[in-house]
């Protein structure tokens, strides 16, 4: 796995789930698309279930898994954190992601209860999310200062007509997971500076190393980190 803040922290929640002597350990990916997570963490070993209410994502993540040799690890079922409870056994996972979901669902706390039903004791959900003043800054620097302007006053960061349902900040995220009876471990930023670097010079090997380790510390500096992408959360139930 890339080495990058969230990999990292995915991986130490494996290893200690190996030290509880999960074996294999288990891993749910709600809304987990194509893969994106689900395969790099099989290919540390893990046995990831993907769930994902699209058939196109999960045709998607069935090739890819095939394609980097770890099919056997990876179950793709169809459905959504609405009815988790049908696909997943309570308490069943060592690892729960829901990453780029709580954007969507329709009730965040209904969304973080199922996931926290799905976690095995002494297990953790990863929680990644849009982050509102990141999608803000983007909009005016596309000149879009009027949907800016709305955007910051929209109570949920996504106005009427949005893609989104919401989008959150340090403060709204670490709320709804309290909120949840979650506690919440570590909240990060993920993509503070990668995007702010001109794709020519990203694209030199010896800046490319120099800008993720500057990632790494700046996703747990202020404010840097309140200015991210995506706000990354590792949370435990209480
Ligand atoms: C932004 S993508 C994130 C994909 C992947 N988790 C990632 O981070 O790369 C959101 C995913 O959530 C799925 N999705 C949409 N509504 C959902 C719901 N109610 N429950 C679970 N997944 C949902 C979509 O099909 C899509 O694959």
Redesign the pocket.
């Known amino acids: 796995m890339r080495a990058d803040a969230v990999r990292r922290a995915l991986r130490t929640e494996l290893e200690a789930a190996r030290a509880r002597g999960a074996e294999p350990v288990r891993v749910v990916?709600?809304?987990?698309?194509t893969g994106?997570?689900a395969v790099p963490l099989a290919e540390f070993g893990a046995a990831v279930t993907v769930?994902?209410?699209?058939p196109d994502?999960l045709a998607n993540l069935r090739r890819r898994a095939v394609d980097a040799g770890v099919a056997e690890l990876i179950t793709a079922v169809q459905g959504?954190?609405?009815a988790l409870a049908d696909c997943v056994p309570s308490g069943g996972a060592d690892l729960v992601?829901g990453?780029?979901?709580l954007e969507?669902?329709d009730d965040v706390g209904a969304a973080l209860a199922a996931l926290r039903a799905a976690t095995a004791p002494g297990g953790a959900i990863s929680l990644?999310v849009a982050n509102k003043y990141a999608t803000l800054l983007r909009m005016v620097l596309a000149g879009r200062v009027i949907e800016a302007h709305r955007l910051l006053d929209d109570p949920d960061g996504a106005p009427a007509g949005d893609i989104l349902a919401r989008r959150f900040d340090v403060d709204s995220l670490r709320t709804a997971l309290e909120e949840a009876g979650l506690e919440v471990s570590s909240l990060h930023g993920y993509g503070v500076l990668a995007d702010l670097v001109p794709g020519a010079t990203a694209e030199d090997p010896g800046v490319a190393e120099a800008l993720a380790q500057l990632e790494l510390v700046a996703a747990g500096t202020s404010p840097l980190r309140e200015m991210a992408a995506q706000l990354h959360a590792l949370a435990r139930p209480r």
Request: no cysteine.
């Open positions: 990916d709600v809304g987990g698309g994106g997570w769930i994902d209410p699209s994502a959504d954190t609405e992601l990453h780029g979901i969507v669902v990644l």
